[in-house]
């Protein structure tokens, strides 16, 4: 061999195996992080996720309340219940006579309390849906059914204080006398007293309607005829069969 062959083989030997590559240290910074890799990874995944999360949820992280219910849901569940109750209490009224007969303002749609009350329930029922229908509408139908149910509630205590202020003293004798047969039919265990005097009943009440010009709601004289010939049961009726 030569002396720049060996030269020249000497330089090449020294830069690949010699001490100045480094020899298995190079290796190493170059492969020496492979074991950890696994963890590294599982790592970068969680913060991933945890990424995902803040931008998800972010009260998570902030402190922050979640966020609530659909709250309007609720509230149209409740409205609608509401609702329900106050056109079950309205039916149960028109079809009993008694409670037409001791509260009669309340039959009268000519009645300021009442008037509102008929619109106000009319308005409400028009926005009933059996789904909920959406935020909007929802929430349209619970503002319609407050104001039904503070309508009805206004228009009872209304035909309350005014009782049969509106009758003359001989039509007011008239009203108490049906009353008191209405009573006694509903007290009494015998069929025939009770069949009597309902029908005596509905005479006073032909009497004080053609001398007052007020009526009994439809719902109410039916219910009255049908018991003056015994074909209902001298209780309340309930709202179902109105």
Same mark, same amino acid.
């Given at each position: 061999?030569?002396?720049?062959? &060996? *030269?020249?083989?000497? =330089?090449?030997? =020294?830069?690949?195996?010699? *001490? ?28 991933? %996720? ?11 992280? !902030? ?20 609702? &329900? ?14 409670? $037409? %007969? /001791? ?5 009268? $749609? ?9 619109? !106000?329930?009319?308005? &409400? ?24 149910? /503070? !309508?009805?509630? !206004? ?56 001398? *007052? ?27 179902? *069969?109105?």
């Amino acid at each position: 061999m030569g002396p720049v062959f &060996a *030269s020249h083989y000497h =330089h090449h030997h =020294h830069d690949f195996g010699g *001490s100045d590559f480094g020899g298995g240290a190079e290796l190493h910074h170059l492969f020496g992080w492979l074991p950890v890799l696994p963890g590294v990874l599982l790592a970068l995944a969680l913060v991933l %996720l945890l990424l995902r999360g803040l931008v998800a949820a972010p009260w998570v992280f !902030a402190g922050w309340p979640r966020p609530a219910p659909d709250l309007v849901r609720t509230r149209w569940q409740a409205a609608a219940q509401a609702y &329900a109750a106050t056109a079950r209490e309205f039916a149960a009224y028109e079809c009993d006579p008694g409670a $037409v %007969l /001791r509260r009669p303002e309340l039959a009268d $749609v000519n009645r300021p309390a009442t008037g509102r009350f008929v619109d !106000a329930f009319a308005e &409400a029922g028009a926005l009933a849906t059996d789904e909920y229908p959406g935020a909007g509408h929802a929430q349209r139908f619970i503002d319609a059914a407050q104001r039904a149910q /503070r !309508a009805w509630q !206004a228009a009872r205590e209304a035909a309350e204080r005014a009782r049969n202020l509106r009758f003359a003293p001989g039509e007011r004798a008239l009203l108490n006398q049906v009353v008191a047969l209405l009573e006694v039919a509903r007290d009494t265990e015998y069929e025939a007293e009770r069949r009597t005097a309902y029908q005596r009943a509905r005479r006073r009440l032909a009497e004080l309607e053609r001398r *007052s010009g007020w009526r009994l709601p439809r719902q109410a004289s039916t219910v009255l005829d049908h018991r003056a010939r015994g074909m209902l049961p001298p209780g309340p009726v309930r709202a179902a *069969s109105a």
